[in-house]
């Protein structure tokens, strides 16, 4: 798993920077995946976020979903253990995953409603759970800090591209995010056959920025021979994979790999609850995505025909719930 200090890139020496342009460009374009280390988040906060998301999961059942918005089950708010089964979307018929999720959107607008028709169109407030007290202020905190590193992270990607550092700008000055604090429970009961914490898939759009913990039973990417491999856990790290659009949108010169959660070994039982912090990053709602100049030719064309970025997310949504249940 490539480990890329970041510190390079934000120093401003030029052969420093071309030195994480190259280790970038060579991690998506081989395995998809990569920890980042000096990336500007601060590890305090990483670290308080974590407690706090841990003490909405340890509630009861049903003060939890009082954050659940009636009759979805999805894309945002508290989603209970059993409902989702991301595996679907590659095709898999196998139990639910073994997790619970509180999800929220748009939290860049939590101020105010966006100023653009298309945003406008599928902004809903989000419903933020009463208890912990300060957690909406905690999530609100941790997506700002990490909301800038996702706009930083497509400079340094049209470096990798060989593009101008800005090219990403018109496309991410309305960044579309999604931030879900995964709950994984410690496994008292063994796992149906097939049953995993979450099922193998690939993510839908951009960057996925994730701060895990190291409990057992942690997350696995499949490397270029096939192979399940871990993605270790690093101390104050984030990882950082890419997802389907950016797949599209550079015409597989980048990956968008398969990665899975794993249970834990069941000796371990007792011990091995977990809880992911992801946000999921995209580009406008309304940007339009077609293959980038750089990485077409006439041996190599485009594969695909432009697609307005959250088409392409609710196509992958809905392909992950059950029949009856909307995305």
């Keep these: 798993m490539p480990v890329i200090d970041l510190g390079g890139w934000f120093s401003g020496d030029t052969a420093a920077r071309a030195r994480v342009v190259k ?23 990483l670290d308080r976020i974590h407690a706090g998301a841990l003490s909405f999961f340890d509630q009861p059942l049903e003060t939890k979903r009082t954050a659940s918005f009636p009759g ?8 209970p253990m059993g409902v989702e089964t991301v595996a679907r979307t590659m095709g898999e018929d196998v139990p639910p995953d073994l997790c619970e999720s509180l999800s929220f959107a748009y939290l860049d607008w939590e101020d105010g409603p966006p100023d653009n028709a298309f945003d406008q169109g599928l902004h809903r407030p989000n ?6 007290a300060g957690l909406r202020d905690l999530v609100l905190e941790y997506h700002r800090s990490v909301y800038r590193l996702g706009r930083q992270l497509m400079g340094l990607s049209a470096a990798a591209l060989d593009l101008p550092e800005d090219h990403f700008a018109p496309c991410y000055d309305r960044m579309a995010t999604h931030l879900r604090l995964v709950h994984y429970p410690d496994q008292k009961r063994e796992p149906l056959p097939g049953q995993l914490r979450y099922g193998a898939h690939t993510d839908y759009t ?47 010169r980048w990956k968008s790999n398969l990665h899975r959660v794993v249970n834990p070994p069941r000796a371990l039982t007792g011990s091995t609850r977990r809880l992911s912090i992801v946000l999921f990053t995209g580009p406008n709602n309304d940007a339009v995505i077609e293959c980038l100049p750089t990485c077409r030719s006439a041996d190599e ?20 719930m059950p029949e009856g249940l909307e995305a």
Excluded: C
């Design 206 to 252: 951009g960057f996925t920025i994730l701060r895990q913990d190291d409990a057992p039973g942690g997350l696995q990417v499949l490397d270029p021979g096939g192979q399940w491999v871990d993605v270790p856990p690093v101390r104050g790290a984030l990882v950082i994979n890419a997802g389907d659009l950016l797949m599209r949108w550079t015409n597989h």
């Design 127 to 132: 419903r933020w759970p009463a208890e912990p």
């Design 301 to 320: 064309p485009a594969r695909y025909g432009p697609i307005k970025a959250h088409d392409h997310l609710m196509e992958r949504i809905k392909a992950s």
């Design 72 to 79: 979805e089950q999805a894309s945002q708010g508290y989603v």
């Design 23 to 45: 280790q970038w460009a060579d991690a998506f374009e081989t395995i998809g995946f990569a920890t980042i280390v000096r990336h500007g988040v601060d590890e305090a906060l």
